[in-house]
C-alpha cells in the first residue's frame, strides 16, 4: 500500500517562509514512475490545486494564487516531493495535502490522484 506522509507546515507571519516535505513509501521502486502535486483545503472550502510534477520533474505546474511564491520539486532518489513557500499571505492558510497522481504527468484536479496523505496544516498569521 503506497503511503504519503506530510511534514513541515506549522504557524508563521505573513511574508515568511515555510518549506513542505512529502515521504512517500510502498511497495516497489516506482515512486520516480508518477507525477505528484500538493492541493490545499481552507475550512469550509473544496480542496484547492497548488502545485504539480511531473515524474522527472522536468514538467511543473501551479496555481494561479502561488505562482512566483512557491516552488515544486522533488528527490526521486529519496522518495520525497516539496513544496518551498515564500511570501506566504494569511489566505494561504489552509491544510497541505500531497497526492500521487494516476500517471507520470502533470494532474491539475483531484480526480487525477489516486493517492492522498493525511496532511499538515499551514497557518499564516497577519
Given at each position: 500500500?503506497?503511503?504519503?506522509v506530510e ?111 493525511q496532511g ?7
Amino acid at each position: 500500500q503506497v503511503q504519503l506522509v506530510e511534514s513541515g507546515g506549522g504557524l508563521v507571519v505573513a511574508g515568511g517562509s515555510l518549506r513542505l516535505s512529502c515521504a512517500a513509501s510502498g511497495p516497489g521502486r516506482t515512486f520516480g514512475a508518477y507525477g505528484m502535486g500538493w492541493f490545499r483545503q481552507a475550512p469550509g472550502k473544496e480542496r484547492e490545486f497548488v502545485a504539480a510534477i511531473s515524474r522527472s520533474g522536468g514538467n511543473t505546474l501551479y496555481g494561479d494564487s502561488v505562482k512566483g511564491r512557491f516552488t515544486i520539486s522533488r528527490d526521486n532518489a529519496n522518495n520525497r516531493v516539496y513544496l518551498q513557500m515564500n511570501s506566504l499571505k494569511p489566505e494561504d492558510t489552509a491544510v497541505y495535502y500531497c497526492g500521487r497522481c494516476s500517471g507520470s504527468g502533470v494532474g491539475v484536479t483531484v480526480r487525477d490522484y489516486t493517492y492522498w496523505g493525511q496532511g499538515t496544516q499551514v497557518t499564516v498569521s497577519s
